[in-house]
């Protein structure tokens, strides 16, 4: 058998991904390759799919479409002081019958291939390598693969500070010192998130992607199948993008509303503000905000050479962001000036259109005053 463990990172595709891989869990079967579920309501969807005669495209319950991100959540919770589980996670077995519900499937179903899926592994080398220990022990396997996707960190960043945002995390702005925090994580130091598994795993083979490169090979999905060379059967119900963006030049609105306004009202305003966004005329792109400064730039390039120099031998790839110089090219339009240009656009009708009364007089007495650092 041959085990698969995919990393992620964050924000290269890996929700589409693992939608893909469970809704087409049956048929993958049929062709060796096993997308374990973790817990009951993964173990009621393969019983339903296997008496309604197979595979449908349907949304799934998170635990059921991430059930490796309830694995891995509950063995960092169990083992890592004051880590945060998430809520839908929270009510699930330990981790020990996690892990031996995966067995059991191998056990009955011995499959060719074992596919472990989540972001979230990426953790396990900054705060808990003992559990990636843990996994080697848990399976048995003659072949291991090791695959990561990762981007550039300017535009990762920037993806992953919006997440968070997303989910209404209370956030300084990265063009000032909300950048700083990320340096010395897994979310700044790439190799970081690499070592515990090389260490753990020193013969397994190592997929180390570049986003644009995976992007151009067919998205998180195809190039998943083509790096993993895994039997994948024809036919497949294909992935659909699952995150929807905010755009570059609202995301200073959503983070100052996390921070104004009651985390119920604020969700409320997070979930609205996609519907604003399709009425505005002439959003910038994305591509030209200026989500940093000159200042910050820089000392993302001072921070990420040395972290840069070992993922490039780690890959044996050098360099291994060929284009990492433009990490430090400013882009044409400040954040703040995106955003005022934003702000002079709404009238009370138009945010009425979108929002409950809290959010019309919040945006319109930030239209009024206007943002500023």
Known sequence: MKIVFYLGHRKTGSTSLQQFLAQNSTRLLRNGILYPFVEASGMAYQLQKAIQGGDAAIELPIPVREAHSALAQKMLSEN??????????RHLPVSGQLLRMIQNQV???????????????????????DQIR????????????IYICLRRPDEYLVAWHKQRLKFGSKLRPLRSDGLQ???????????????????????????????????????SVGDFMAQTGLNFPDGLIPAKSLNRSIPHALLEIVRLSNAALPPPQAKSFRLSILGLSDDLEGLPSNNDVEMFGAENRERMMEHFAPVHDK????????????????????????????????LSQLDKRLVKRHFDQQGVEFLMELKNRGVHD
């Open 134 to 145: 843990r996994l080697a022990d848990a399976f048995d396997a003659d072949e291991k693969q």
């Open 181 to 219: 925090p990320y340096f010395p994580t897994i979310h700044f130091d790439y190799a970081m998130c690499l070592e515990g598994w090389i260490n753990t795993f020193p013969r397994a083979e190592l997929s180390v992607r570049r986003y644009s490169d995976a992007y151009a090979n067919g998205g």
């Open 107 to 129: 056990d009955f179903l011995q499959p060719d291939a074992l596919l472990l899926v989540s972001e979230v592994f990426s953790n396990f080398s900054e705060q808990s390598p």
């Open 311 to 342: 993922l490039s031998k780690i890959t044996g790839e050098i360099p291994f962001f060929p284009d990492l110089p433009d990490m430090a090219q400013l882009r044409p339009i400040p954040e703040l000036e995106a955003v005022n240009a934003v």
């Open 80 to 89: 890592v002081p004051n880590w945060g589980c998430p809520v839908y996670y």
